[in-house]
């Protein structure tokens, strides 16, 4: 069974950082990734990231300010948001996927594990 856990969400206040942690169980992950569900709005990717080549992806709305990385050691993907604003509220999962598509697609389409998500409340 695969299984994804996000963890480090959280109440900050525009301009803050939050570190987002996915623990996941499989070693076979081809790609990890965060997505998130905002109120009212459509599912988004944020940030993938290849466990083949290490490259990276990220959405326009996030790029400068986000940062995802990996740590294979520890099953373990974060995501350093920092200038965190409150257009970034929203539940954030981490997802994973097993296949071999490029990671701009995979992080623009979807994938096929997902945890249960963890809230990012950005208000003053």
């Known amino acids: 069974q695969v299984q994804l856990v996000e963890s480090g969400g959280g109440l900050v206040q525009p301009g803050g950082s939050l570190r987002l942690s996915c623990a996941f169980s499989?070693?076979?992950?081809?790609?990890i990734g965060w997505f998130r569900e905002a109120p009212g709005q459509e599912r988004e990717g944020v940030s993938c990231?290849?466990?083949?080549?290490?490259?990276?992806y990220y959405a326009d709305s996030v790029k400068g300010r986000f940062t995802i990385s990996r740590d294979n050691a520890k099953n373990t993907v974060y995501l350093q948001m920092d200038g965190l604003q409150p257009e970034d509220t929203a539940v954030y999962y981490c997802?994973?996927?097993?296949?071999?598509?490029?990671?701009?697609?995979?992080?623009?389409?979807?994938?096929?594990?997902w945890g249960k998500g963890t809230l990012v409340t950005v208000s003053s």
């Open positions: 499989s070693l076979d992950y081809v790609a």
């Open positions: 997802a994973g996927d097993l296949s071999r598509v490029h990671i701009a697609t995979m992080c623009i389409l979807g994938m096929d594990y």
């Open positions: 990231i290849s466990s083949s080549d290490d490259s990276t």
